[in-house]
Each structure stands twice: as structure tokens, then as C-alpha cells.
């Protein structure tokens, strides 16, 4: 009775190998996905070559003064800071430091004080500032979270870029390198480096995933 019926013996092992194809070529495509992610670049802008005399923040005529952007909401960012936390520990205080945290003003209070601006306040001498609607950002022509600039005591700028070579990557890099070097007196020190990091804009408000 059963001699018409027909059953393919390698039917099982065949979709057990499609199967096991397509969990390979999935994992093989978000890896990829998060390594060109993680290795592509912000936005890197042109700040004023002339430390900004509309900011309120205070330059100190007698040392340099950095300054970071951050994204409070920028997972990226957390590596950025650390290694800022590294230069503050390399440098001993050889540079004023200020850390801003853009904040849209139709956001609620405190929106910004996430758990990055907890870190950065307990950064020995490193300032966190909150930047209402990134004004600051914008006398600095800041376009991507973790942009970091460094102006000698004179107000001229020494270094642009970021502090991390890849998003939410730590380890030695060429910006912090450079930044460490100039607060050393070393004036040969790399001038730029690309930033990694969340933009900080979009056309009309801020561009990271933000918690309604």
C-alpha cells in the first residue's frame, strides 16, 4: 500500500544546510554592517580658526582651553569621553576643559545629565556644560557628537577632530595622541583627525534617537 510513496531521504540535511547557509551569510552580513559602521566618519566641519569671542565659555589667556561636543543620547560618545578622561589624567590640568551637552529647550529638564554627563563630572578639572539648543555648537560649527577642539592659550586653534579611531572604539588613538601632545608643548603634533560619533543636527532638531 505504501509502494507509491515517495520520500526523498536527503530532504532533512538539505534544509538543514539552507538553513545553516543562511544564518552564515546573515552573521557574515552584520558584521560587516557594524564594521563599516563603526569605521565610518562623521561629519568633520571647519571650526573658527580663532576661539569663538561670542561664547560664553571662559577661555583661560594663560593655558589652552578643549572643548568637546557630546550627544548626550550618543552610545558612540561613551568612548569619547573616556579617552578624554585619559588626556585630563596624561596632561594635569595643562588645559581648561569643557565638555557641552546639546539640549533642545523644548525637552525636559535635565534631558541632558545622562549617565555620559555623570562620567564626564567626575573627570578631575573637566567642566560639563549644558548647551541650550547647541549654540555653543554652532560658534564652534560642530556637526557630529565627540568633535573636540583644542585652542592655544592665545586663542588660536592647534587641533580639530575626534579622540577615538572608530565609533564607540577605545584604545590608543591618533587624536588623543595629538591632543596629548600639544598640552606637552610638542607643536609637531597631528592637527586634525577624523571624528566618529552621532551627527548632532539634522535640519530641524537633533539627529541621534531621542527618548520622547
Known amino acids: 500500500m505504501n509502494e507509491n510513496i515517495f520520500i526523498p531521504k536527503k530532504s532533512v540535511p538539505s534544509k538543514i544546510a539552507s538553513l545553516g547557509l543562511l544564518w552564515l551569510f546573515l552573521t557574515g552580513a552584520g558584521l560587516w554592517f557594524l564594521s563599516d559602521y563603526q569605521n565610518t566618519p562623521g561629519i568633520a566641519t571647519a571650526p573658527p580658526v580663532q576661539f569663538p569671542a561670542e561664547s560664553r565659555l571662559a577661555r583661560n589667556a594663560d593655558r589652552p582651553t578643549l572643548v568637546m561636543l557630546?550627544?548626550?543620547?550618543?552610545?558612540?560618545?561613551?568612548?569619547?569621553?573616556?579617552?578624554?578622561?585619559?588626556?585630563?589624567?596624561?596632561?594635569q590640568r595643562r588645559a581648561t576643559i569643557y565638555v557641552l551637552f546639546l539640549k533642545p529647550s523644548e525637552f525636559t529638564e535635565d534631558w541632558e545629565k545622562t549617565d555620559l554627563w555623570k562620567?564626564?563630572?567626575?573627570?578631575?578639572?573637566?567642566?560639563?556644560?549644558?548647551?541650550?539648543?547647541?549654540?555653543?555648537?554652532?560658534?564652534?560649527?560642530?556637526?557630529?557628537?565627540?568633535?573636540?577642539?583644542?585652542?592655544?592659550?592665545?586663542?588660536?586653534?592647534?587641533?580639530?577632530?575626534?579622540?577615538?579611531?572608530?565609533?564607540?572604539?577605545?584604545?590608543?588613538?591618533?587624536?588623543?595622541?595629538?591632543?596629548?601632545?600639544?598640552?606637552?608643548?610638542?607643536?609637531?603634533?597631528?592637527?586634525?583627525?577624523?571624528?566618529?560619533?552621532?551627527?548632532?543636527?539634522n535640519k530641524d532638531t537633533f539627529a541621534c534617537p531621542l527618548p520622547q
Open 119 to 201: 562620567n564626564v563630572s567626575e573627570i578631575p578639572g573637566v567642566k560639563a556644560v549644558s548647551d541650550t539648543d547647541g549654540k555653543e555648537a554652532a560658534l564652534f560649527n560642530g556637526a557630529t557628537s565627540g568633535q573636540t577642539f583644542l585652542y592655544a592659550a592665545d586663542g588660536h586653534l592647534l587641533f580639530k577632530g575626534g579622540i577615538t579611531d572608530g565609533r564607540g572604539h577605545s584604545g590608543d588613538n591618533a587624536g588623543r595622541s595629538a591632543v596629548v601632545a600639544f598640552l606637552n608643548e610638542d607643536k609637531t603634533a597631528q592637527t586634525e583627525t577624523e571624528v566618529y560619533g552621532c551627527p548632532l543636527f
Open 70 to 91: 557630546v550627544h548626550p543620547h550618543c552610545p558612540c560618545s561613551r568612548a569619547s569621553i573616556g579617552e578624554l578622561e585619559l588626556v585630563a589624567a596624561q596632561t
